[in-house]
């Protein structure tokens, strides 16, 4: 539904103005092509003040209004509230034909994830999940190395998110999530595994809850069997000290025939064969607007609302459509599933 009259400029309404939406805002206003037009919030003061920031005129406490009011000029919704209205924003979009871009994760329960495929398929319209991870630039260069061979055959691998950051201060609703770590962050290193290493054949998990302060797990152990045979052991964890806080990065090791590649922190890959040692950086792009204590996964929601952009615009297909992100969201709660009846669950 591209406005041809707007030089092309796509237009889209933001569902949900809390903490993220600032910074998935801002992300937006570093590509060409594509607008903000109207804000929606539970509490609308909440949406008026980021209008205000960002010049949007239209502000609404109620969605059907929004979406009655501006449907027939919006191009897609860009969903930023929490995961339990998800689907429900995403069936009054499609219902209007609108594509939908949703942030990750992408629903509360397998049934409600596939719902949400079923209902955009149905109404003929896009759904993106916002799974901004894979996109980050260390991430990405790791991708390279591994694809130039380097380290010749793949066996296994390490993708670790381990950290002690406050992350309730600025997120204070995770604390209250039943289910914590591997919805928030196991819904992201998951997908890294999946865009590293491809499909999972298996999965067995472990988890635990140290802060006595929240309701859900802080602390997931995964290991995968993907299909090509690679072992892959996945950890992540809010309760973790550390001699040197690695937040918000994802570290990785993998290991091939050859050799070994490592992403540690401040983002340096060091790739060891017999021939020695080499070293590579890949940072972010330390935008302007970004938070320096949250700065790789800031500068990567620009990159992945690039490749969403690209796909809406039709120059390409998107990484993380809904069909994709199911796959992901398949192995959250696989592995919430193996934790609890203490299994090995076969995907
Ligand atoms: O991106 C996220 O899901 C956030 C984080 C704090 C890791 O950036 O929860």
């Known amino acids: 539904m591209q406005d041809m009259e707007n030089g092309g400029t796509l237009k889209f309404a933001v569902l949900g103005t809390g903490f993220w939406a600032g910074y998935q805002l801002a992300g937006w206003r570093e590509l060409a092509g594509v607008k903000p037009i109207a804000f929606y919030n539970r509490s609308i003061e ?71 495929v079923d209902t955009c398929r149905a109404a003929n319209v896009a759904l993106y999940i916002h799974e901004n991870f894979r996109f980050q630039a260390p991430i990405r260069k790791l991708k390279e190395v591994l694809l130039s061979g380097v380290i010749g055959q793949i066996f296994k691998a390490n993708v670790a998110f ?12 995770l604390k209250d999530l039943d289910e914590f770590i ?30 006595a302060e929240i ?22 964890s809010y309760a973790t000290i550390k001699e040197r806080e690695s937040f918000p990065q994802t570290l990785v090791t993998v290991e ?21 040692t080499t070293i590579l950086k890949a940072e972010p792009k330390l935008y302007p607007w970004i938070d320096p204590a949250y700065a790789v996964v800031h ?6 609302n690039r490749d969403i952009l690209e796909s809406l615009q039709g120059k390409k297909n998107a990484e993380t459509t809904g069909t994709d992100n ?15 009846e203490n299994m090995v669950i076969y995907i």
């Open 46 to 116: 909440k949406a008026a003040a980021l209008a205000h920031q960002f010049g949007v005129e239209n502000v609404y406490g109620n969605v059907d209004e929004l979406l009655d009011k501006h449907a027939h000029e919006l191009d897609f919704v860009d969903i930023i509230t929490d995961v339990s209205t998800h689907a429900m924003l995403t069936e009054k979009a499609a219902e209007r034909g609108l594509d939908v871009i949703c942030q990750k994760p992408m629903a509360p329960t397998l049934e409600t994830a596939a719902g949400m």
């Open 162 to 173: 381990c950290s002690g950051f406050p992350v309730f201060d600025n997120q204070p609703f």
């Open 182 to 211: 591997i919805t928030d962050i196991g819904s992201h290193v998951l997908d890294i595994a999946r865009f590293l290493f491809g499909e999972v054949a298996s999965l067995y998990c472990h988890t635990a809850r140290i802060n």
């Open 215 to 236: 309701k859900g797990e802080d602390v997931a152990n995964v290991l995968l069997r993907m299909r090509n045979g690679v072992s892959c052991y996945v950890e992540m």
């Open 256 to 276: 091939g025939e050859k050799g070994t590649v490592a992403l540690l922190n401040d983002y340096e890959i060091r790739v060891t064969t017999i021939a020695g």
């Open 299 to 304: 500068a990567s929601i620009v990159d992945c």
């Open 326 to 340: 199911f796959e992901t969201i398949r192995l959250v709660h696989a592995a919430y599933r193996s934790a609890r």
